[in-house]
Structures are given as C-alpha cells and as structure tokens.
C-alpha cells in the first residue's frame, strides 16, 4: 500500500511536465522530489471502521470480494483511514490459507487489491492488481505486480508462487492492527532508505508508459 501513496506523491510534485522533460526532472531533482513525496507520509495510520462505505465504484469492490469469499474468506469488514481521508480498504481474511486481503478505493489511483501472507520470521509476499511503481521492495518483502488480471488470476498465482515458509497465522479480529503495523514498518524503513533519484525517474517513465 504504502509505495502507491509515494508514488502519488511524487507525479503530483511532476504532474506541470509531460515525457522526456518530467524524466530529466525526474533525474535532476528526483531525491529532493522523492523526500517530498515521503515527507507527505504519516509514520502511524489508525483504522476506523465504517458501516456505510462511500465507494465510488462499488461494483468494482463488490467483484472483488465476492470472487474472495467465495474461494473461502471471511470479511474482516471495511475502513476509512483518518490520515489518508482519500483511501477507504475492505478487509478479508482467510486463516486456513494463510492470506490477508485488503481491497482499497483511492480518489486518484482508483481500486486495486493486495494479497499479503505473512511469515513467522517477519518477512511477507503481497500480489497486488496496483501498477508497478518503479519503487525498489524491501528486502524480504516480496511484491508481485499483477495489475489488469482477474481477481481469481491474482489468487491462484499467489497461491502458487509464494515462498513455501512457517507462515504467521491470520484472524478477522487481527487484520486491521496487522494493517497498521505492517503499514507502521513499510514507513519507518522507506524513511531511512529514503527515495532515490533513479527511483523517481522509473516513477516518472512509469507514468509515461501507463
């Protein structure tokens, strides 16, 4: 989730140029242009849950987690993040398959949905429907990007091609302070790796080819 967010941050920051000119801003001020995007980041985020979703585009929501609980999820219910006003996820969660699955609405980039297994030694493997960002993974963190396929490609290829590890277990009443850390973690270490310039400018040939 969180590298969609820096990701809007930083287009917005070169959303006045267009081609080759926003790739040779990308490059001259790409760090300084990164550290902004970051610094728009909250370093905690809370869950609230909401029982009247304003989803803009409900089918696509409802598409999704339906295809989900019928492959054996169960809905962890659906929340507004007060420092992300403009983000709403639906939350599932399947603890015999060992997945979390967070369904989001965002005012720009739209819907998308992450599939997260977690690890007992802390590491995840998250395939997400999100365009590739042009942001580097954290180590350990495993992203597969998976933008334009069908909710039930997205499952079976994750069930397929994730590590074979001691998996953490899941539950509906852990999901969302799961959510918060894992958010909580992603942020602290963006922050200290920071965002490089070369990584603003694949964000920015990334936008051109999107």
Same mark, same amino acid.
């Given at each position: 989730?969180? !590298?969609?967010?820096?990701?809007?941050?930083?287009?917005?920051? +070169?959303? %006045?140029?267009?081609?080759? %000119?926003?790739?040779?801003?990308?490059?001259?001020?790409?760090?300084?242009?990164?550290?902004?995007? +970051?610094?728009?980041?909250?370093?905690?985020?809370?869950?609230?849950?909401?029982? %009247?979703?304003?989803?803009?585009?409900?089918?696509?929501?409802?598409?999704?987690?339906?295809?989900?609980?019928?492959?054996?999820?169960?809905?962890?219910?659906?929340?507004?993040?007060?420092?992300?006003?403009?983000?709403?996820?639906?939350? +599932?969660?399947?603890?015999?398959?060992?997945?979390?699955?967070?369904?989001?609405?965002?005012?720009?980039?739209?819907?998308?949905?992450?599939?997260?297994? !977690?690890?007992?030694?802390?590491?995840?493997?998250?395939?997400?429907?999100?365009?590739?960002?042009?942001?580097?993974?954290?180590?350990?963190?495993?992203?597969?990007?998976?933008?334009?396929?069908?909710?039930?490609?997205? +499952?079976?290829?994750?069930?397929?091609?994730?590590?074979?590890?001691?998996?953490?277990?899941?539950?509906?009443?852990?999901?969302?302070?799961?959510?918060?850390?894992?958010?909580?973690?992603?942020?602290?270490?963006?922050?200290?790796?920071? %965002?490089?310039?070369?990584?603003?400018?694949?964000?920015?040939?990334?936008?051109?080819?999107?």
């Amino acid at each position: 989730m969180l !590298k969609i967010f820096i990701l809007l941050g930083a287009l917005l920051l +070169l959303s %006045v140029a267009r081609g080759l %000119v926003m790739q040779i801003i990308a490059r001259i001020f790409g760090r300084a242009i990164g550290e902004h995007a +970051l610094n728009q980041q909250p370093d905690t985020i809370h869950l609230e849950r909401t029982a %009247v979703p304003n989803w803009t585009n409900p089918t696509a929501i409802a598409a999704i987690a339906d295809m989900l609980l019928s492959r054996g999820f169960q809905d962890a219910g659906t929340f507004r993040i007060p420092e992300m006003p403009v983000v709403q996820v639906r939350l +599932l969660v399947h603890p015999g398959d060992f997945f979390y699955a967070s369904i989001y609405q965002h005012s720009q980039a739209g819907v998308w949905f992450d599939l997260l297994t !977690k690890y007992r030694n802390g590491r995840t493997a998250t395939f997400t429907t999100c365009r590739p960002t042009g942001l580097a993974n954290r180590p350990g963190h495993m992203n597969i990007n998976m933008h334009g396929q069908s909710p039930t490609a997205v +499952l079976d290829r994750a069930r397929a091609d994730r590590p074979r590890d001691a998996f953490a277990p899941m539950s509906v009443d852990q999901v969302a302070r799961d959510f918060e850390a894992g958010y909580a973690d992603a942020i602290a270490w963006r922050r200290k790796r920071g %965002v490089s310039a070369r990584e603003v400018a694949e964000v920015a040939k990334m936008s051109k080819a999107a």
